[in-house]
């Protein structure tokens, strides 16, 4: 059977089924959390959520609580996979540029299907929510979206020869990423209306299982194996897992290193910024003033898709006038236009709106991703990438559990107030890259810089 070099339909369809499920395990914890407060089911009417939104009435504090409740166990259950996530995104991801991409593709997407088999249970026969905490770290241990990513950006790096093209390729994956996200929000919604939190799990866990068919019978290997490579469980085997992303710096010249550390930080930064207000938007928008229902919360998600697509569009026409830097910095302005608007929107038409000023804010992320790609050679590809999976996974986890406690110890008072810190946090990556084009930074320079390395290397 010919198989296929296409890993786009792999992302599309690993992150529609995830960004499916996020809306769905997010509400289902707070029903279940709703639940065990009030003793009764959330219901919804006219669009409008079982909200209280008089502060005097008692039952505002309980919803509150709830809130609370919800923010903390969704932190813990985050923090429970952390420890195995962090080091299976280094080692996978690694482990890609010996024995082949398709495992780094592969294992989170089953532990994905393991994750949704384990919330169906717990949806069907009412299992206490701790069970919960066992799938978490089991999918851990397979990797999880951190290492999916960064498979997919080093199965486009082995494609994408040309340099040039690396802003505009990195850029639609990530609007891929995008759109999926948007078309799984809205279709969350009525999904969950539609069919209940029980059958609504069977969707995801569904594209998940053929997903991993895909990867394994129709998705081609870009890394051939060599006749002398080492196996994994061997002494050696397991030191070439390791050795990529440590003889990247060490074998750097200290432009390049100083270089690659910075626009790490930057990404670093930014996605710290960036994830954790996002993650926070479905409590925002479920409690008052907004009160959201899940369809509404589902349009929201999918008017996102134009922020992706904008993004993709942005990176494609600005790429060819403009240095990366600036994109950047385009970018960013956009994400915090956008999140302070967040922090203040009180009406549905206000919060809906906030998606126009955040039109390009997704272009941060993958011109920086170009940007680092550019600076090191072909055979440095997956370890630049093994170290990126690492650091997102130990960012996107500490992200999740830092901004979750401050919104549990705000929500009372202001519940925009982490929108607003991640505004301020925003300004860090925008003044590190400001910092790259004040001292000369210059893409061209770090291309010849690499041509000289390889030179002196091939040489030798």
Known sequence: MARLQLVEPVMAIYCFASFLSFPIIGQYIYHRMWENEFNTTVTFSDNVSHCETNQSN????????????????????DLSSLIPSLLMALILVSYGDYHGRKASLLLPSIGGLVTIVAYCSAAFFELPLEILYLSSVFSGFLGGFATFIGGCFSYIADIAKDVQNKNIRIAFIDMVLGVSSGVAGITSGYIITTMGFKWSFAIPAILHIINILYII????????????????????????????????????????????????????????????????????????????????????????????????????????????????????????????????????????????????SAMPLPVIRSMMSKVVLENEQGALFACIACLESLTGSLTIAIFNSIYAATVLWFPGFCFLLSAGLSLIPFGVVWFLLCVDYEEKDHVLLVNEEYSTEVES
């Open 58 to 77: 008692p039952s505002y504090i309980h919803q509150k609580e709830v809130q609370k409740r919800a923010s903390m166990f969704s932190t813990t259950l």
């Open 217 to 360: 019978f129709l998705l081609e290997e870009t890394v051939k194996r060599s006749e002398f490579y080492q196996p994994v469980l061997s002494k050696e085997g397991f030191k070439e897992l390791f050795s990529g992303v440590f003889l990247l710096f060490k074998h750097s010249s200290c432009k390049k290193r100083m270089t690659i550390s910075l626009l790490l930080f930057a990404f670093m930064a930014f996605l710290f910024a960036n994830f954790g207000a996002v993650t926070l938007f479905t409590l925002y928008e479920l409690d008052s003033p907004l009160c959201w229902d899940p369809v509404l919360i589902g349009w929201g998600s999918a008017l996102s898709t134009f922020c992706f697509v904008g993004s993709f569009l942005g990176v494609y026409l600005l790429t060819r006038c403009l240095k990366d830097a600036y994109i950047v910095f385009i970018g960013i302005t956009s994400w915090i236009a956008g999140i302070v608007m967040a922090a203040f929107a009180t009406t549905t038409t206000t919060m809906m709106l906030v998606r126009v000023p955040l039109l390009f």
